[in-house]
């Protein structure tokens, strides 16, 4: 999301009643004009970045995620309350706590023609455990024992032990067996999927353009094409929002300017509380960074409250750990760190950093972020922010794959980064666990704790709902204390449209699965102004 500070929101109870009269959950609902277009309908929707890899076995950024969402489908799929309703899979059934049987849908068919099976289920996931594949989704399906497919229209899942998170592992695109092994590791840059868009091309920087799949199995988009506009620049972006060029957008406009955008009868706008998680991650094996004291220092020399009222308008929720409030795992009675640099300066002090008035600080440090506007206006204000305290911390800003590449590959000492669609406690393996060090998982900054780590795995083995809150609790408390992260904020939502744009309903966690049910409200976008 991009953001920079402006001006400030109507104060006191007045801001809560316009909030209610302006932020609907979701659109009203799409009605079909009389007469089909002329023309096929589009929509342009802006990306502040572009995707990496359209191969769900192997992309783990925002946005290719997105872009997936409307070409895959998954055995199972998140409503917009995060429940698990099927998709793929007509049906599911447990015999038992390690077996689960899926019913596929019939008369599915790949974008290529050819019809969907039980054998191109079984190859996803076998291809995605197999070591040469180097999935990062491995670890969260390595219990799975065997994969059977009595017949095209039935598969079954065999663990070797009880593992409570297996569903929510199951969103996850299913590829087709025969294009996948056809085209190897060029698959993600010419998918086929199932779902309501196909892809039709991939100008790397600049745009993708997916296009209606007439064949869906569910009811087919309203759209014929969706235009993913790769526009880096928070300016540019919202100049050619303004313009007409761009028709939506989410989470990718400066705070400051929502409200103008309100006041314009030719925009909408959606706002509701999200779940994607903000934080700062350390490399925890660097000589400074792994004395817990020094994180401590830096959790008090931060000053959250302050950069969401400034510079994100108070459009967040200040965040106590990687579970939203709205999760059943979630444990509000956690350490936190409110802002107080004199604190920070003592612990400093204390841990062997002491400021020696010499001009060149307790220590120096590296930040590494994206070239994003709102990244590096981030970045300035917690080098500012570290500067008082003593902390000269250097800024290293990169393109977004370059970026993202290196926080991967673990090569930094500080960064800044957003977890997005959160929705199972399960997330802790993924982030936390030892065994997930890169290229497992995604504990980039190698964490390794052998309470937690016992405590994830007896989460993972535990199907009893108040067990598992009980042994998440602890875990909670533990990595709050720990500070392998520093939390900052969940942020809400927030999708800009043209007043014509109907049907969109808004996931807590920014997912963008209802663009398939957008429509215009006469059959057709509106000049350009």
Same mark, same amino acid.
């Given at each position: ?5 402006g ?48 191969? =769900?076995?192997?992309?783990? /950024? ?62 996803t ?16 399906? *390595? ?27 199951l ?33 790397? *920087? ?5 296009? @209606? ?19 880096? /620049? ?25 409200p ?11 706002? +509701? ?10 490399n ?16 008090h ?26 999760? #059943? ?29 010499d ?12 070239? +994003? ?6 970045a ?31 090569n ?12 199972? =406690? ?20 190698? %964490? ?16 009893d709902?108040? @067990? ?12 709050? %204390? ?10 809400? +939502?927030?999708?800009?449209? @043209? ?11 920014? /997912?963008?699965y ?5 429509? #215009? ?9």
């Amino acid at each position: 999301m991009s953001l920079s500070p402006g001006s400030k929101k109507p104060a006191g109870s007045r801001w809560w009643i316009v909030l209610v009269l302006v932020i609907p959950l979701y659109l009203v609902s799409c009605s079909r004009p009389p007469e089909p277009a002329p023309d096929p309908t589009a929509l342009t929707v802006a990306l502040p970045r572009g995707p990496l890899n359209l191969d =769900p076995r192997l992309s783990v /950024d925002a946005a290719s995620y997105q872009i997936m969402q409307l070409t895959y489908n998954s055995l199972v799929k998140k409503s917009p309350s995060s429940r698990l309703e099927p998709d793929l899979a007509e049906k599911w059934s447990q015999p038992d706590d390690r077996t689960y049987v899926f019913d596929l849908r019939r008369g599915v068919t790949w974008h290529d023609g050819s019809p969907f099976t039980s054998q191109d289920v079984a190859y996803t996931f076998r291809s995605i455990l197999d070591p040469k594949t180097k999935s990062p989704k491995r670890q969260g399906l *390595g219990l799975i024992q065997t994969i059977e497919t009595p017949d095209p229209y039935r598969v079954i899942f065999r663990l070797k032990e009880v593992f409570s998170p297996f569903l929510i592992n199951l969103v996850l695109g299913i590829v087709p067996q025969s294009a996948a092994t056809r085209e190897g590791t060029n698959f993600g840059f010419q998918p086929i999927g199932t779902g309501p868009f196909k892809f039709q091309s991939w100008e790397e *920087g600049r745009q993708v353009t997916l296009v @209606k799949n007439t064949h869906y199995f569910w009811s087919p988009a309203k759209l014929s094409r969706l235009v993913f506009r790769i526009i880096p /620049d928070d300016t540019t972006r919202l100049l050619e929002f303004k313009n007409g060029s761009i028709d939506f957008m989410q989470n990718a406009a400066q705070p400051d300017m929502v409200p103008l955008l309100k006041a314009d009868p030719r925009f909408q706008v959606i706002q +509701n509380p999200g779940t994607n998680y903000s934080y700062i991650g350390f490399n925890l094996t660097d000589p400074i960074l792994k004395n817990r004291q020094v994180r401590e220092a830096l959790a008090h020399a931060i000053d959250v409250r302050a950069m969401i009222k400034f510079l994100l308008r108070d459009a967040a929720q200040p965040a106590t750990g990687v579970l939203p409030p709205s999760n #059943w795992a979630y444990e509000p009675e956690v350490d936190v760190y409110p802002f107080d640099p004199k604190q920070a300066a003592r612990l400093l002090d204390e841990a062997g950093y002491p400021d020696r008035g010499d001009g060149q600080g307790r220590f120096k440090i590296t930040y590494k972020t994206s070239d +994003n506007d709102m990244a590096r206006l981030k970045a300035e204000i917690i080098q500012q922010q570290l500067a008082d305290v003593g902390i000269k911390m250097d800024i290293r800003t990169y393109d977004w794959g370059t970026f993202f590449g290196d926080i991967r590959n673990g090569n930094f000492q500080m960064f800044s980064l957003e977890w997005v669609g959160v929705s199972d =406690p399960d997330v802790f393996y993924y982030v936390f666990h030892s065994a997930s060090f890169p290229p497992n998982g995604a504990n980039r900054g190698r %964490y390794a704790n052998p309470e937690v780590d016992a405590l994830i795995d007896q989460g993972r083995r535990t199907l009893d709902e108040a @067990k598992a809150k009980a042994i998440y609790s602890r875990l909670q408390k533990i990595l709050a %204390y720990d500070l392998p992260y520093i939390s900052l904020w969940y942020v809400d +939502n927030v999708a800009l449209a @043209k007043k014509g744009v109907q049907g969109f309903v808004q996931y807590p966690a920014g /997912d963008l699965y209802s663009l398939r049910d957008v429509c #215009w409200a006469d059959g057709a976008p509106p000049q350009k102004p």
